[in-house]
Structure formats: C-alpha cells, structure tokens
C-alpha cells in the first residue's frame, strides 16, 4: 500500500491502520458479537501479517485493556517499524470508564504508556474525547501537557479523538491530527476532514464500517469508497482480530484506491 502523509508531521501511514481495541478489551465494546480476546500466538501472527501488507499504523489506548501490554511486549524489536497512535484522558477500570484530561493525568498516562508499550517515543498521542471537545481543549490541561510532552520529545505529534464539528475545527487549527468518524451512515464531520484538508493536518478515521455492522465485502469496499472519497484522508483505523478480513481489507482497499473497484 502506498503510504500517505499525516499531515504535516513528517510521518507517513498507510492509509489502512489497525486498531487494537479486540486485542485488549471485550467489555463495554460495541461490536455487532461478542468475542474472546485473541491468545498471543493469534496477535502476533496478526502483527506480521499487518506489516507484510504494508500496514504500518497501530492505533491503541490505556483505555483498550491489555492491549498496550500486549503490544508491548509481542512488538520486541519491531516497534520501529511501527507509527503508534496512542490516547489520554479516558481511563478504563473494573469494567467502566471515566475521564481526566488533566495536565498532570495527561503527563502521568504519556509516561505510562511509554513504560507498557517498551518505547521511549510515541509518534502521536490523542486526547480521548469523552465528547465535550471544546471543554476539554479550552479549560482542561490535556492539550498543554501534550505540547509540553512534544517539547520533551516524548510525542511526535498530537491531536484529538473529535466528537463534535466545532472540537473538530479547533484541533484542526491548534492540534497536528484530528480523529473523526465518517462512515456510510454519519457524516455531520465532513467539515473537519475539509478543515484538515485545507490546513493540511492530519485526518485518522474511526468507525468507518461502522463498528462492524457493514454488510459483507460489498458493505466494506462501498464504506472505503465513501471514506477514501474525501479529501485529506491519511489512514482509516480498521479493528480486526480475524487475519481473513484483514486481507479481505487490504485488497478491497487497494481496489479501491486503484480505481478499479
Ligand atoms: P470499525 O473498524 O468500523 O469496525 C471494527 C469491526 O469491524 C470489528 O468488529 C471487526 O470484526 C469488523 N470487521 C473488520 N473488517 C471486516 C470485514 N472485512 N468484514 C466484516 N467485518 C469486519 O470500528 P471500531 O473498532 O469501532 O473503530 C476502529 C478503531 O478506531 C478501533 O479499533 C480503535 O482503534 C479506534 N477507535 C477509536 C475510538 C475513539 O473514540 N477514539 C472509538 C472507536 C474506535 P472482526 O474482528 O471479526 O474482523
């Protein structure tokens, strides 16, 4: 897969990310059937297949279970070949969730995250709307400690999970990388994918098969075609555990980006 620019970090992603979600967390999740987590032998043979098809984009969370400790410790030595999107903010415990977006919680998750993922750098780190984007980025310290954390060379970059169009816009103008669901049923955030667009920042899409609940390989290829129609799209994260869909995945998006489907 042709990798694609995050904006204007520097990086490159391929425009189909792994989210890891279904490695770490099968509770309080919205998927159409309810799964095991897969074992270790199943994840890692997930990661290279990921990579053998060009897929170089992990987006992960504290708030995804075990997902960061596992990722942790299957990556080895592999973790540069990875870009990893990691978040702060939404901290997951006993089976619920609850928020800080504090300065002190923001630097404490950073710092964490570096320790469980093995790494000394994380190349983009997301505050995890709880969806008061505006409140968040104006009264809270998330996003002081996240430019503060850039300062230390701990982050290359950051953004924000979005949830509405006015936090969108404002992590366009103040942020490297905004986080925004489109999908073939909601599309109220295509003036953010715009905004990125223009101000070349960086666009992730999340739920672009709509958490699962897509029809089919012809639901999926109409969801990429709807996606990738967009302007400024760097990647789409797409959760899979099962290594046939996420061929299924590459091929189809490949079709797509080629023209030919
Ligand atoms: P999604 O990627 O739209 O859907 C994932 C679901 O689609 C999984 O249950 C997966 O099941 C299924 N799937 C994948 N490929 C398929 C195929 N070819 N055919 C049929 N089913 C297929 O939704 P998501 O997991 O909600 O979002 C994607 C990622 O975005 C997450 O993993 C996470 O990293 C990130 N995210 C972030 C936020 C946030 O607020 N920041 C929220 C949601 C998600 P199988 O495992 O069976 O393939």
Redesign the pocket.
């Known amino acids: 897969m042709e990798l694609r620019a995050l904006g204007s970090t520097g990086m490159q992603v391929s425009p189909l990310?792994?989210?890891?979600?279904?490695l770490g967390r099968n509770q309080q999740?919205?998927?159409?059937?309810a799964?095991e987590l897969p074992d270790d032998k199943a994840v890692s043979g997930l990661l290279d297949l990921a990579r053998e098809l060009g897929i170089n984009l992990l987006?992960?969370?504290p708030a995804?279970g075990s997902s960061q400790e596992r990722l942790g410790r299957l990556l080895g030595n592999r973790r540069k070949e990875w870009i990893i999107?990691s978040?702060v903010g939404?901290i997951f415990e006993q089976g619920e969730s609850r928020f800080d977006f504090s300065f002190e919680h923001t630097v404490k998750t950073v710092e964490q995250s570096l320790a469980t993922l093995k790494t000394d750098y994380l190349d983009c780190v997301?505050i995890?709307?709880n969806g008061d984007d505006l409140q968040i980025l104006e009264q809270e310290g998330a996003l002081g400690a996240l430019r503060e954390l850039k300062r230390r060379g701990l982050v290359r970059s950051h953004g924000m999970?979005s949830?509405t169009i006015e936090g969108g816009l404002r992590v366009v103008r103040e942020m490297d990388v905004v986080?925004a669901?489109c999908?073939l049923d909601h599309n109220e955030e295509l003036p953010v994918l715009e905004a990125a667009h223009v101000q070349g920042k960086g666009v992730?899409?999340?739920?672009?098969?709509?958490?699962?609940?897509?029809q089919?390989?012809a639901?999926?290829r109409r969801?990429f075609k709807h996606v990738f129609a967009q302007p400024g799209v760097s990647s789409?994260?797409?959760?899979?555990?099962?290594p046939?869909?996420?061929r299924?995945?590459v091929r189809?998006l490949e079709q797509v980006l080629e023209g030919s489907a």
């Open positions: 990310g792994l989210g890891t979600v279904k999740v919205k998927y159409p059937s799964f987006d992960t969370a995804y999107v978040k939404e997301l995890h709307s999970s949830k986080m669901t999908n992730l899409i999340k739920k672009g098969l709509m958490s699962g609940h897509v089919g390989a639901g999926v969801s789409m994260i797409v959760g899979t555990i099962n046939v869909h996420l299924d995945n189809l």
